[in-house]
């Protein structure tokens, strides 16, 4: 579905067989999420891609990539409990980006919770299974 030049520069275009009046964004080698709705043209009128008066890109959803990675922090510092979560949450905003619904600059974000959050729950597994193993010995 590449019908970019590779030397096109990195921007929102609309990419061939896509809905008419739909833009993408090509990364200069492949084309990034899922087609979005393109400003109408005219006096004042955002770039596309960008939503007015935000400053942020036009998406469906809004990101968690940064609650992934904060509650995968935190998983770490007081609360291997939540662990699970930073992994649940980093995943779904990584679907999120591979459907076009989320903006993807927020990936790398999204994979590091994901990743501490994985590291995080096995942790914690291995945890209760020393635990379980030491109260069964004790008795």
Do not use: K
């Not at 699970?84 to 903006?103: L, M, T």
């Amino acid at each position: 579905m590449s019908d970019q030049q590779p030397s096109q520069p990195p921007g929102w275009y609309h990419a061939q067989g896509d809905p008419p009046g739909t833009t993408r964004f090509w990364d200069g080698s492949q084309w990034q999420g899922g087609p979005q709705t393109a400003a109408s043209p005219g006096y004042g009128a955002p770039q596309p891609g960008y939503a007015p008066g935000f400053g942020g890109t036009a998406f469906a959803e809004g990101s968690q990539a940064t609650t992934a990675l904060v509650v995968g922090i935190l998983s770490f510092v007081c609360c291997g409990l939540l662990g699970p979560v930073a992994w649940y949450v980093g995943q779904q905003e990584i679907n999120g980006i591979d459907a076009g619904r989320r903006d993807p600059s927020n990936r790398g974000t999204a994979n590091a919770g994901r990743i501490i959050g994985i590291i995080a729950t096995v942790l914690l597994v291995f945890g209760l299974g020393f635990y379980a193993i030491a109260v069964a010995i004790s008795f």
